[in-house]
């Protein structure tokens, strides 16, 4: 039997503000990836500029969803990558670097019940989110170590639901 896994990774920010362009740029290298190594069909890899109507459109109906997304933290340290599972809490310090952030389009979807199955966030530190291109060198050195995570997060949701842990809803279930 051929499983069919509904997983996107959604790359959030701008890569004409600096380190707000962390989640797009670890989606390019994703899709570099992927041309030697395949994600899985239904994988869908997406930009997004963190509206909460779009985010919400990218996870809806969703068993899993990992968001890379640049944040504010203080005091503060660049490339520090914090994992947040909003499928078990709600979401804490640091917030996203965008105007509406996160916390309102998880609020949203839930009251609109348009919450993926499980909601990854990987939050990456920013030191300069001022206007020009480049990651500064400490978010840069995330690019690639964070590509890996979100390839394990992709693994570790296929082999569970592989083995049945997952309800039809995407939610974990006990075991």
């Known amino acids: 039997m051929v499983q069919s896994f509904r997983i996107t990774v959604i790359g959030v920010g701008n890569a004409f503000r600096h380190d707000d362009g962390i989640g797009p740029a670890v989606v390019q290298r994703l899709r570099e990836r992927a041309l030697g190594r395949p994600l899985p069909p239904s994988v869908r890899l997406a930009d997004c500029d963190g509206d909460p109507g779009r985010?919400?459109?990218l996870w809806e109906g969703?068993?899993?969803?990992?968001?890379?997304?640049?944040?504010?933290?203080?005091?503060?340290?660049?490339?520090?990558?914090?994992?947040?599972?909003l499928s078990a809490a709600s979401l804490p310090t640091p917030t996203s670097s965008h105007g509406l952030g996160l916390g309102e389009a998880v609020q949203l979807s839930e009251a609109l019940g348009r919450l993926p199955g499980r909601l990854i966030v990987l939050a990456v530190e920013?030191?300069?989110?001022?206007?020009?291109?480049?990651?500064?060198?400490?978010?840069?050195?995330?690019?690639?170590?964070l590509a890996h995570v979100v390839e394990a997060e992709i693994v570790r949701h296929r082999d569970a639901a592989a083995r049945g842990l997952f309800g039809s809803d995407g939610q974990a279930q006990e075991v």
Do not use: K, Q, Y
């Open 126 to 145: 920013g030191a300069d989110h001022s206007i020009g291109t480049g990651l500064s060198p400490a978010v840069a050195a995330t690019v690639g170590p």
């Open 55 to 57: 985010l919400i459109a």
């Open 62 to 85: 969703m068993e899993l969803a990992v968001l890379i997304d640049a944040a504010h933290a203080e005091p503060g340290r660049p490339g520090r990558v914090h994992r947040i599972d």
